[in-house]
């Protein structure tokens, strides 16, 4: 078994963990859709990154963002 090069996995990891809290901290901000804003947070963090990307285009509520 091979080792694992933690130098090329650290930024990766980096990366996810830094989406991840860009998420919570935009469901904490703004409204959401279709679901509770806790229920996003979990979806965010138990399907990384794809959990994130379906919250920014399916859960964001657009209007209500302020942009």
Known sequence: MSEINWAAVA?????LVAFVAYCWVD??????RHMPKWAWAVVCLISIPFGGIVYFLVGRDRQGAGR
């Open 11 to 15: 930024p990766i990891i980096v990366a």
């Open 27 to 32: 469901i904490a901000r703004t409204e959401v």
